[in-house]
Nanobody, 125 residues
Framework: QVEFVESGGGLIQPGGSLRLSCSAS????????TGWYRKAPGKERELVAY???????YYTDSVKGRFTISRDNAKNTVLLQMNSLKPEDTAVYYC???????????????????WGQGTQVTVSS
């Protein structure tokens, strides 16, 4: 059974930065594409970003220029650096393992088969 562990969430003031980390129980993050989703209260789960095994990345428009996704293969970890945070970024953030090594364009939750438990990010003054 694959297990994901997300960390790095918390309460932050607008304009601040957080770095989320996703690690897995097996070396699967090196082998499969990995995505970050978020779910805010009253809203549907939303794709934030993903990274393929070849290093290609995708960002939803609302986070472009502010968020950066990266992978550390030595640590079997995928990171999400979030800068210039806004109140509308408040959500539970989930990392997820893709079904394959690559992804193209906008993905849906059905493109992923393992999910972490989520980490809360709250942006508020």
């Amino acid at each position: 059974q694959v297990e994901f562990v997300e960390s790095g969430g918390g309460l932050i003031q607008p304009g601040g930065s957080l770095r989320l980390s996703c690690s897995a129980s097996e070396n699967i993050l090196r082998t499969y594409a990995t995505g970050w989703y978020r779910k805010a209260p009253g809203k549907e789960r939303e794709l934030v970003a993903y990274i393929t095994t070849s290093g290609n990345t995708y960002y939803t428009d609302s986070v472009k220029g502010r968020f950066t996704i990266s992978r550390d293969n030595a640590k079997n970890t995928v990171l999400l650096q979030m800068n210039s945070l806004k109140p509308e970024d408040t959500a539970v953030y989930y990392c997820a393992k893709a079904l394959g090594t690559t992804l193209v364009g906008v993905t849906t939750p059905r493109d992923y088969d393992y999910w972490g438990q989520g980490t809360q990010v709250t942006v508020s003054s």
